[in-house]
């Protein structure tokens, strides 16, 4: 590790590249119309994927960054999957034609915070409204702590063949910096339920960057965890950000590590998971080698999505659910954030979109060149210029921040391959923010580079 370098980029806020162009770039100038519009366009032969958020919780994590709500009441859940129950409804009444789901992935939130019943009985809604593929994938999120069997029991009865646990830091007193005390055993029941019931592919959720948290103490997880052998990790760098989560200010930034800190936290995390057997995928996803994270990565089509990475190929994924973001042919959508005044938009029998982006052929452009060097770490600007029909000065002529990197040897640029040097991948986003041509005063509510 390079310490000017780190010292250099890592405090640097970035986007994770989920999406290009990124959520801060979205305008209320696409509404509701438009969506509207570009589902009448959707082609039935092309397979889509669903996400449904979920967003209620028991209790607050204070390291979260997602858009939930605490409620120790089941009564507003209730509430909201009628509304959600509704929206699938008017979503489907504007298709020409039924769609070909292949994906669906439930997020929160804590989607597994509903009744066993009512999970069932939106896989059935969903079902009804939408065709779906013989064998789609459909895949969870689950709070070990709150996963009783019953719920293990409705998740296989719907078809779940994919769960993502979210385990953060063994680390007992890690724990009580981000109130989120969980038990091995917890994880550890939670797996061994799961896997009885047939939901046999597990992926594990940790961060780095968290208060008190050390290399010693990431290492620590690493080995308490790959002894339940779960089939991927995504191991994700914590975004302070308390002028906008206000529970994050529950948290002392002076207990926070620095970016070379953080940085030397996340590659002992990564050499530990290759240790244990793991595949590194892309920046911080790791695969044993028989998942199809790992062959689709092998293969050169690793996807990514909002999500992280991914061997999704579907190009439209749509979005259900309060502040659900979905992607279609034609550009991005987002529905309203606020679960009440995505309720009362949902009930005027309005779609529930205030947002979102209409792609041009440039964005499509740079969206390919980020994405594959986000899942490669190296880019044929050449073959994606043939591809999309523009020439590659578009984006090298004028780049600073390209020749910024390749001056401090991050980067290698040659004959339009532009190569991330190996041992500097993490720097990985700040690569890709060379061709997004819409970094900068937004960059301020993005995490850290490293």
Not at 81 to 110: R, W
Not at 151 to 177: E, H, I, N, Y
Not at 262 to 274: C, D, G, M, P, S
Not at 326 to 345: F, I, M, S, T, W
Request: charged content about 20%.
């Amino acid at each position: 590790m390079s310490h000017p370098l780190v010292e250099k980029y890592g405090e640097t806020r970035l986007p994770r590249y989920t999406s290009y162009p990124t959520a801060p770039a979205f305008s209320s100038a696409i509404g509701a119309g438009t969506y509207r519009d570009w589902l009448e366009e959707l082609d039935s032969c092309d397979p889509v994927s669903l996400y449904l958020h979920i967003p209620f919780c028991r209790s607050m994590c204070w390291y979260c960054g997602c858009h939930t709500t605490i409620t120790k009441q089941d009564r507003p859940i209730l509430d909201y999957l009628d509304v959600l129950h509704q929206e699938i409804d008017l979503v489907a009444s504007k298709l020409k034609q039924p769609l070909s789901v292949q994906n669906v992935h439930f997020g929160g939130g804590t989607p597994t915070i509903m009744r066993p019943d009512e999970f069932v009985d939106l896989m059935k809604h969903l079902r009804n409204a939408f065709g779906f593929v013989p064998g789609a994938e459909i895949a969870v999120e689950i709070d070990p702590r709150t996963l009783a069997s019953e719920m293990v029991d409705a998740l296989a009865k719907a078809g779940v063949c994919r769960a993502s646990l979210g385990v953060q830091s063994f680390d007992p007193v890690v724990q009580a910096a981000i109130n989120r005390k969980q038990t091995f055993e917890q994880t550890q029941t939670a797996v061994q339920r799961l896997r009885e019931a047939g939901i046999g592919s597990i992926n594990f959720d940790l961060i780095y960057g968290l208060p008190y948290q050390t290399v010693g103490s990431c290492i620590d997880t690493v080995q308490t965890a790959v002894r339940l052998r779960p089939d991927r990790f995504a191991v994700f760098g914590y975004a302070h950000i308390p002028a906008f989560k206000k529970h994050q200010r529950l948290i002392d930034e002076a207990t926070l590590p620095n970016a070379e800190e953080r940085n030397t936290q996340a590659e002992a995390i990564a050499e530990a998971l290759v240790d244990a057997g793991y595949v590194r995928i892309g920046l911080d996803h790791f695969a044993l080698p028989a998942d199809d994270l790992s062959m689709a990565s092998a293969r050169g089509d690793l996807r990514r999505n909002f999500q992280g990475y991914t061997a999704d190929t579907c190009e439209t994924l749509m979005g259900l659910g309060a502040s659900a973001i979905g992607k279609l042919p034609a550009g991005y959508v987002q529905n309203e954030v606020a679960p009440g005044a995505y309720a009362q938009r949902i009930a005027s029998a309005s779609l529930a979109t205030v947002k979102g982006y209409r792609l041009t052929g440039q964005d499509r452009f740079r969206a390919a060149i980020i994405e594959r060097l986000m899942c490669d770490f190296a880019v044929d600007l050449n073959l994606l210029s043939a591809r999309f029909g523009y020439e590659t000065g578009l984006v090298l002529n004028g780049n600073d921040r390209l020749r910024a990197l390749e001056s401090d040897g991050v980067v290698t640029v040659r004959d339009g391959l532009v190569t991330v040097r190996k041992d500097l991948r993490f720097m990985i986003r700040a690569v890709a923010a060379a061709f997004d041509a819409y970094i900068g005063a937004s960059g301020r509510t993005h995490s850290k580079a490293a």
